[in-house]
T-cell receptor, first 117, second 115 residues
Framework: GAGVSQSPSNKVTEKGKDVELRCDPI?????LYWYRQSLGQGLEFLIY????????KSGLPSDRFSAERTGGSVSTLTIQRTQQEDSAVYLC???????????????FGPGTRLTVL | AQSVTQLGSHVSVSEGALVLLRCNYS??????LFWYVQYPNQGLQLLLK??????LVKGINGFEAEFKKSETSFHLTKPSAHMSDAAEYFC?????????????FGSGTRLLVRP
């Protein structure tokens, strides 16, 4: 019944460290998205999951970024060797595959604010 | 590629005044269009969406938007602003040819409501 949840809400890390961000989608939502919101780039798409597979990874900015999804539910976005330009709010969204396709609403979580020092 | 342009990074209105936030899309084929609102330190909440059923779309909190194909626009309006409307508003498009249905967002407009 709850909405999309993300953890942690805030993460401060040092340059060069790896970080993992977690997303719990709405129960039963098979589509899951990661977006990034930063001052310089605005809101941008990162990756899309349908079930456990990721047919669209076109928004991942570099090979330091990866994501996985297990059990068709929880997703983890991993950033390796973080850089200062990775500082942003990382938003997760989920969508039911109700047959409406693009008209089905994407529901967003509150985001994880990542700060790389 | 699809894109959306939001004119005005900041819009300031008096409480009770008309709210008009502008959004233009670039596509030869009308896409699906969305308006989302983001309150401070929160995620995005859907206000309304255009899915070709009707050109005038009514959303939550008294907002509405009109799809105008001839102008490639989907401007958001509200007749009377409330203080609680102060937030950032994002227009987004979804490409019907893209099976992921990912959202492409505009740069956002921050609405300030003066008492």
């Amino acid at each position: 019944g709850a909405g999309v949840s993300q953890s942690p809400s805030n993460k401060v890390t040092e340059k060069g460290k790896d970080v993992e961000l977690r997303c719990d989608p709405i129960s039963g939502h098979t589509a899951l998205y990661w977006y990034r919101q930063s001052l310089g780039q605005g809101l941008e798409f990162l990756i899309y999951f349908q079930g456990n597979s990721a047919p669209d990874k076109s928004g991942l900015p570099s090979d330091r970024f990866s994501a996985e999804r297990t059990g068709g539910s929880v997703s983890t976005l991993t950033i390796q060797r973080t850089q200062q330009e990775d500082s942003a709010v990382y938003l997760c969204a989920s969508r039911s595959l109700g047959g409406g396709g693009a008209t089905d609403t994407q529901y967003f979580g509150p985001g994880t604010r990542l700060t790389v020092l | 590629a699809q894109s959306v342009t939001q004119l005005g990074s900041h819009v300031s209105v008096s409480e009770g005044a008309l709210v008009l936030l502008r959004c233009n899309y670039s596509s030869s084929v009308p896409p699906y269009l969305f308006w989302y609102v983001q309150y401070p330190n929160q995620g995005l909440q859907l206000l309304l969406k255009y899915t070709s059923a009707a050109t005038l779309v009514k959303g939550i909190n008294g907002f509405e938007a009109e799809f105008k194909k001839s102008e490639t626009s989907f401007h958001l309006t509200k007749p009377s602003a409330h203080m609680s409307d102060a937030a950032e508003y994002f227009c987004a498009v979804s490409d019907l040819k893209d099976s992921s249905y990912k959202l492409i967002f505009g740069s956002g407009t921050r609405l300030l409501v003066r008492p």
